[in-house]
Every structure is written in C-alpha cells, then in structure tokens.
C-alpha cells in the first residue's frame, strides 16, 4: 500500500512539472518551430511514461525493435492492465497516439498531451462517434502518423485471457494502407489489476514481424483480425 500511496504522489508531481513543458511547447509553436514542439512532446510523453513504470519498481524486457519498419505503422496488442500505454509509450520506439477510451479525454493535464500526441478518444456505446474517430485514425495514418490501437477494446486483466478483437480496428491499416506492427504485452496486469494497488514484476514485450497490406489478397485481408490475433497470442504461449 505504501509504494501505491508514493506511485500516485509522484504520478501528480510530475504531471504538475510537465506544466513546463507545455509551456515551452506552446512558445515554439507560437514561433513556428514545430521540430522543437515534436522534440519537447517525444521526450516529456517518453520519459514520464517510463518514470511511470520504473516507480512500480517494474523491469521491462523489449524484444524484436528491429522488425518496426522505417515508416510509420499502426501498432496493434494485446491489453492486459492499465500500465499497457505507458509501456507502449515510454519502451517502443517512434511518436505514436493511442486509439483510447473517451474517459481519458477527462484527465486534467494528461488528456493535454493525449491530444498533442493525437490520441483518439474512442466512445464504443455511441457508434456514430465510434466510426468518426476510426475515419479520422484513417486520415492521420495516411498523413504519416502512428497510431496504437488494442483490438480487445478493453483490458484482459490476466496473462491467457485475450478478448474478441473488434474487426473494425484493423481498418485503420487496411484502409489507410500502413504496416501493421504485432505488439505482444506480458505481465502489466501484475502492476496494478492483480492486487489492486502498485505492485513490482517483470513485464516483456515481443514486437513481433511487420504485416504490409500490399502484400495480402482480399481474402487474407478478410481474416486478417484472426490472423493477427493468433499472432499476439503466440507471444505468450
């Protein structure tokens, strides 16, 4: 309980710090120097994120960084806890957004830099909203940005258990025609789902070959949710 209580104070101190940043964010923007602005976002999103997991007293594994292709790509992984966006945020690399749940967009502070990074806010009980921000994720894919989407649409909260992937989902690849990049993610649930409070353990992620749409048929596209399900599934096994 203790190292949950410290967790959470030192999560709202440097929240309250990266009101600095922001500043000096908004300053090179007003100057039209958007290099700064990109650098200035990679490195506060990438480091608190990593702040973030190192405070649970948690060590991180990557394998695979050399299958991430030298373009953008859309991420797709498994979601096992709360801990999966700091993960993917502070241990993969490139500056990439999340397709996330719209009760993020209500964080003070952090939602701030969800929008920098071009976070979509994701409401899955409104379907007309839900089909905006998929044709928006489209567009900003196509524009070169990378995104992170967890097909599952919500967290597993154990190591076996992956949910049904959304079909929807893997649109944003096959219509915006960027590699999709198989992320498997082990071991967050342990973090904070687990015992419900902070806790440290070994989590890894395998980042598994690329998938090029120009390089499937029509009917591979068809069963590419499958396919690529069975794909993260394999990084746990």
Known sequence: ?????????????????SLFQ?????????V???????KILHNTTSRWARNMVRFT???VEVKGEENIPDRNVLFVSNHQGNFDIPVMMGYIPKLKGFVAKIELAKMPIVSGW???LGCLFLDRK???????????????LKEGKNLVVFPEGTRSKGRYTIGEFKKGSLKLAIKSGVPIVPVTIDGT?????ERNRISKTKVSITIHEPIYMENLSNEEKNELTNYVYDIIKSGLQ
């Open 1 to 17: 309980m203790i190292r949950t209580i410290i967790w959470f104070i030192i999560f709202w101190i440097y929240l309250i710090v």
């Open 22 to 30: 922001n500043i000096r964010y908004w300053y090179f923007g007003k």
């Open 32 to 38: 039209g120097n958007e290099e700064k602005q990109t």
């Open 57 to 59: 007293g948690t060590k």
């Open 114 to 116: 969800m929008k920098k």
């Open 126 to 140: 409104d379907p007309r909203q839900s089909l905006k921000t998929i044709l928006k994720g489209i567009e900003e």
């Open 189 to 193: 649930y342990k973090i904070l789902e």
